[in-house]
């Protein structure tokens, strides 16, 4: 039977800028416990190579590529106040983008039976034209946009579990019938998208679905979101392929957000979408990584994903437990904030 995989590149580390959220730390911690478990022994290694300029302009007009290559050759700067360029970075984007894309292709090929991508910078908030919230590139858009050239696919199922609406993504594929959209996400919340209004134009009308929440819904409204919503939509579909942008910034207690999703809420939501393969698109599902911000929590969370895609039994660890009562996670959510205040444009300078 094909192995779960997974890709990552060394060289993301080059695109970092001290105390900002989004660096290079996020994916140092995963890795050491992904090593510590021995999760990485146990599924194979696809390469990251950067992608093609054939491949990225499917999704971003050459002016957005040049002008993020440019900045990086110029030593770097901020295309808006929260996202940076560094020397690195413009490499970097191109490794996170083409490892997406050939864990894609070596899942649909069957190379491969399901996958997660360790890449950073994360992409769900870059539009066509715009890099925003930390991201340079839409990672999961050129996934599908591959999908849909190189392999004919006409029905992909893109699910945003990251507590910030994917608006990128969104805005790539709101006019095409062939990719529904799927995200749940804290609102009125950065960046602003995602009512429940926003359902497609065009063609793509009805292919969008936003499913905005209040801070505070936890496990038990997670839960009854992807039951009573997602599968409906998801079996009327019948997807190929199921692409997953992955952030586990909507755990109770990520510094950047304020929802209160436990690891086990997490790892429901990821069986869910397991069983939803499985049932749909022969397993095919591969899972990209978007936000994280609580060091312990991302880690521990790609952690029980990557165990839950080799076995659907495997036993998940939850060493943070659920969500406090109101009074004290404000507390911790308070006090974890002052430790990772981002106010944006800071010297780019280590």
Known sequence: MPTTAYCYDAAERSHDLPGHPENRHRLESTLALLTQTGCLRQVQAVPCTPLSDER?????????????????????GYLDPDTYVRPGSALAARLAAGGLVNLTLAVLDGQAGNGFA???P????????EAMGFCLYSNVALAAATAQVERNLSRILIVDFDVHHGNGTQDIFYHDAGVLFFSTHQYPYYPGSGAINETGAGAGMGATANVP???GVGDQGYAAIYAQILWPLARRFQPQLILVSA???AH???PLAGMTLSLTGYAHLVSELLDMAAELCAGKIVFALEGGYNLDVLAHGVNNTLWLLQDRQAVIQD????????RARYQRLAAARGRAAWTGRRSLQP
Do not use: K, M, N, S
Request: glycine letters at 10%; aromatic letters at 6%.
């Open 319 to 326: 060493l943070f437990g659920p969500a406090p009562p109101p």
């Open 118 to 120: 360790l890449l950073r």
């Open 247 to 249: 952030g586990y910034d």
């Open 213 to 215: 929440l209040p801070p």
């Open 252 to 254: 109770w207690d990520d």
């Open 122 to 129: 994360p992409g769900h908030h870059a539009t066509a034209a």
């Open 56 to 76: 990225l302009l499917r999704v971003h007009p050459q002016q957005h590529v040049q002008r993020i290559e440019t900045l990086a050759q110029q030593g770097g």
